[in-house]
């Protein structure tokens, strides 16, 4: 997962220490595909969110594929609502959310370091 979030977020890799901190944390699961990618997600009573999410090669169909799996495993696990917010910019993004049935919750103005804002989406599960 370090190794792909490196190549997926090079502005912002995530090393193997913070993967395993992130994984002591109660609640904290997420999924690996083999072909190139990966998903976290936080799950606090019935409440989850996308800690993260990234693919490489893209336009594959394994950004559907792990989000996909990934909202079934949460719904099993009991949560009804799944929040992520997502840089306004990124349209490839928030067309897989939408795809799934995101809606637009908010935004966040020049929430991220690089001055993007950030659009907040949830979905009932
Ligand atoms: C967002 C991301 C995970 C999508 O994964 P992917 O495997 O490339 O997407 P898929 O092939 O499964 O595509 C599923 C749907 O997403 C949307 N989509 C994906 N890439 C797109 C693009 N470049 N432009 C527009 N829509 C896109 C489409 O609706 C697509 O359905 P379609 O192919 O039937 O049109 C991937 O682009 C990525 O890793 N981006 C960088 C990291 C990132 O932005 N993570 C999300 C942070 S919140």
Known sequence: MAALHGAVFPEDPW?????????????????LDPRGGFVLFWLVADEASVITLGV?????GIGRALLAAGLQQMREAGAVMIYL?????????????????????GLRKKYYT??????TMSLGL
């Open 56 to 60: 490489v090669p893209k336009r594959q």
């Open 114 to 119: 690089d001055g993007d804002d950030a659009v």
């Open 15 to 31: 090393d193997e220490a913070n993967f395993a901190a992130l994984f002591q944390q109660n609640g904290v699961s997420g999924l």
């Open 85 to 105: 917010e997502v840089a306004a910019t990124n349209m490839a993004a928030r067309k897989l959310y939408e795809g799934f049935g995101f809606q637009q919750t």
